[in-house]
């Protein structure tokens, strides 16, 4: 009959945790905070300069939406840094609506004048967090009423076409 070996491996991960030394949990938020504090406004400059890319997009008659979409991704990357999440939950709405839009291939170029007066009510604002829910419910209902309006377009466009054969 053999005999078992049994072998007690101590992981690195419990050595080093029982090392003398190293950074407490509270002190690495603050440090991490601190860094993230200190890049605050070249990330909140990212956000102007994607806002101002969006808005001179949006005052070309016929501006290419992808150009759009990538700029909307833009805010939602430097929205990163901030603590509160409307700013970043306004610009996926824009791109949901995008989205959505590139499906039936028409976007209401209104649609995307409302979303970006109210990214630009929550960017740099002192809005409330009732304001600001408030504004991404409006939103929620400007991508829900051009769902609407593409489904009903769709449908009368199979009515036509049922009734031409």
């Known amino acids: 009959m053999s005999v078992v070996k049994k072998y007690h491996v101590k992981p690195r991960l419990a050595e080093m945790i029982q090392k003398a030394g190293g950074l407490h949990v509270g002190e690495a938020i603050k440090r991490g905070q601190a860094v993230i504090d200190e890049h605050r406004e070249e990330f909140l400059s990212e956000i102007d300069a994607a806002m101002a890319a969006m808005d001179a997009l949006a005052a070309q008659a016929d501006y290419d939406i992808e150009e759009m979409y990538k700029a909307s991704t833009r805010v939602i990357s430097a929205c990163a840094v901030l603590t509160d999440e409307s700013l970043a939950q306004a610009s996926r709405s824009l791109c949901d609506l995008i989205d959505r839009a ?64």
Request: no cysteine.
């Open 102 to 165: 590139s499906e039936t291939g028409k976007i209401n170029p209104l649609s995307v004048q409302v979303h970006l007066a109210s990214m630009r009510m929550l960017h740099r604002s002192e809005a409330s967090p009732d304001e600001r829910a408030q504004i991404l419910e409006g939103l929620t209902k400007v991508v829900e009423k051009q769902d609407r309006q593409a489904a009903a377009a769709q449908a009368k466009g199979e009515a036509e076409a049922a009734s031409d054969t």
